[in-house]
C-alpha cells in the first residue's frame, strides 16, 4: 500500500513525516547556471547510479499535467518543479511512493523519504542508506568548512530539511494556534502550509522544519524537531480535551460537516478540506462512528483535484470536479 494511505504514530495530530536531502553533482554548475546539456548530464548520471530499492526513473515531459499535478498534491515534489523543470525534470520513484528523488529541480538532487505519522529515525537511516548508495556513482559539490553545497545557500551543511505535516484543529478552534506557532518560530523552526513555502493553512494542517542545516548534525536536526513536534501533540491534545468538556457542542460541530461531506451534490475542494478537518477530529475522538482512519486518508487524498481525476480515470472540468467530489466522497464513506 502507498505510504499517504496507512496511519503511523501520533496519526491523529501527525499526518506524515518527510526527510529531504539536497545534493548537488561536482564539476556541474548549480541549478541558476545549468545549461540544457548540464541537466541531460546529470539525468545520465542518475540513469547509470546503481541505487536499487526498484526506483524507476520517470521524466517530467513524458508525464501528462493530471500525472504532474497528482505528484504535487501528494507532496511528493514541488508546485515549483513542475512549473520550472518541465522539459529537464525527472524523478526516481517506487511503487510504494515512500521513496521519490527530484532530479534537476533547484538542486541536481532532491532525495526525498517519506512516511504516514511521526517517524522520524528510521527515514534518517534510509535517507542515509539512498544517500550512500549514490555517492557510490556520483560525486557531491562539498566544502571542507561548509560541508554539503547547495543552491540556497541556507541549505548547505548537511543540507537536510526534515518536516512534519500537522493536523491542529484543537488549537484553532480554542484560539491557541497563533500562540503556538509563534512559539514554534521562536524556537528556530519554519512553519507553512501544506505546499511548503508560499503557501497557506487549509484544513488546519500546517508543515514544520528546521531552520538550520549548517554546524550542525542530522541526528541534532531530528532531535529537535520530534522535541518540538511531541510539545505540538500534548497542546493540540489538551485543545481537543478541552473542547470535549461541551460534549453537544463539539458532536454537532463534526456531525454537521459530516452531514454536508455525506449528502451535498457538488462541493469545492476549499470547502470540502474545512469539513474534513473537523470530521477528522470527530473520527479521531472516537465521536464519528461512521468513519474509520483509512477511509480519511482516502478521502483527504481524493477529493483533491488531480487526484479525483486519477481516481475517475478521466479529465474534467472545474464544475463536473465540483459534483463528481461529491459523489466520490459518498462513496468512499459507504465503503464497508
Not at 62 to 69: F, G, P, V
Not at 185 to 193: A, V
Not at 270 to 278: F, G, H, P, T, Y
Request: one cysteine or more; charged letters at 30%; a neutral charge.
Amino acid at each position: 500500500m502507498n505510504w499517504y494511505l496507512e496511519n503511523g504514530k501520533d496519526s491523529d495530530v501527525v499526518l506524515s513525516t518527510r526527510i529531504r536531502l539536497a545534493r548537488n553533482i561536482s564539476n556541474i554548475p548549480f541549478e541558476s547556471k545549468c545549461s540544457k546539456e548540464d541537466m541531460k548530464k546529470v539525468i545520465d548520471k542518475m540513469k547509470t547510479a546503481n541505487i536499487g530499492y526498484n526506483l524507476k526513473l520517470l521524466m517530467l515531459k513524458d508525464m501528462d499535467e493530471i500525472t504532474k499535478l497528482s505528484l504535487v498534491e501528494k507532496r511528493l515534489i514541488s508546485p515549483e518543479f513542475i512549473r520550472d523543470r518541465n522539459a529537464d525534470g525527472a524523478i526516481l520513484i517506487n511503487d510504494e511512493e515512500n521513496i521519490c528523488i527530484m532530479v534537476n529541480e533547484a538542486d541536481h538532487l532532491r532525495i526525498q523519504v517519506f512516511s504516514a505519522g511521526l517517524e522520524t529515525k528510521s527515514l534518517l537511516d534510509l535517507a542515509i542508506e539512498l544517500d550512500e548508495k549514490i555517492n557510490k556513482s556520483i560525486d557531491y559539490a562539498t566544502n571542507e568548512k561548509y560541508g554539503f553545497l547547495t543552491s540556497c545557500p541556507t541549505e548547505a551543511g548537511t543540507g537536510m530539511r526534515a518536516s512534519v505535516m500537522v493536523h491542529l484543529p484543537g488549537l484553532t478552534e480554542t484560539g491557541n494556534i497563533r500562540k503556538v506557532l509563534d512559539i514554534i518560530n521562536s524556537f528556530g523552526m519554519n512553519i507553512r502550509g501544506m505546499y511548503g513555502e508560499g503557501s497557506t493553512s487549509q484544513g488546519d494542517i500546517y508543515q514544520i522544519s528546521n531552520k538550520q542545516s549548517l554546524g550542525i548534525t542530522e541526528k541534532d536536526i531530528i532531535k529537535n524537531l520530534e522535541l518540538i513536534t511531541e510539545k505540538i501533540i500534548e497542546q493540540e491534545r489538551l485543545a481537543r480535551k478541552h473542547l470535549g468538556k461541551n460534549t453537544i457542542e463539539l458532536e454537532d460541530t463534526v456531525y454537521r460537516a459530516f452531514g454536508i461531506l455525506n449528502n451535498c451534490k457538488k462541493i469545492t475542494l476549499s470547502e470540502a478540506r474545512s469539513l474534513m478537518s473537523k470530521v477528522k477530529l470527530g473520527t479521531d475522538l472516537g465521536i464519528i462512528k461512521e468513519m474509520t482512519d483509512s477511509k480519511i486518508r482516502k478521502l483527504d487524498l481524493y477529493i483533491k483535484n488531480a487526484n479525483l481525476q486519477k481516481y475517475l480515470g478521466k479529465s474534467i472540468d472545474e464544475y463536473e470536479q465540483d459534483i463528481k467530489r461529491a459523489e466520490v466522497i459518498k462513496q468512499i464513506i459507504a465503503e464497508d
